[in-house]
Nanobody, 122 residues
Framework: QVQLVESGGGLVQAGGSLRLSCAASGRTFSSYAMGWFRQAPGKEREFVAAITWSGGGTYYGHSVKGRFTISRDNAKNTVYLQMNSLRPEDTAVYYC???????????????WGQGTQVTVSS
């Protein structure tokens, strides 16, 4: 079992930045990949970014590539999502997910956090 707690969401103006954090507990953090997804009202859940167990491999959704950066600190059992050049269309609830193994997919992991709201005003 893995427990995930997101933080760092909030209200920001367009063009601004936020950094989301996701603290994990349970299984050894360095044994599994991590990812971020988001869901806006009335829309399907969307893949944002993912990172392998070691941090050596990352992958981004088309809409965030070049603006968002995913990273992890295995010593702190935490994964981060640095979001720059935010746009109103980035407004959503952002969820952290833990995959069952070392590598990720774009469908989602086995464990999910409760989500954190990000609102970008125009």
């Amino acid at each position: 079992q893995v427990q995930l707690v997101e933080s760092g969401g909030g209200l920001v103006q367009a063009g601004g930045s936020l950094r989301l954090s996701c603290a994990a507990s349970g299984r050894t953090f360095s044994s599994y990949a991590m990812g971020w997804f988001r869901q806006a009202p009335g829309k399907e859940r969307e893949f944002v970014a993912a990172i392998t167990w070691s941090g050596g491999g990352t992958y981004y959704g088309h809409s965030v590539k070049g603006r968002f950066t995913i990273s992890r600190d295995n010593a702190k059992n935490t994964v981060y999502l640095q979001m720059n050049s935010l746009r109103p269309e980035d407004t959503a609830v952002y969820y952290c997910t833990a995959f069952s193994g070392r590598y990720f997919n774009t469908e989602g992991g086995a464990y999910w956090g409760q989500g954190t709201q990000v609102t970008v005003s125009s």
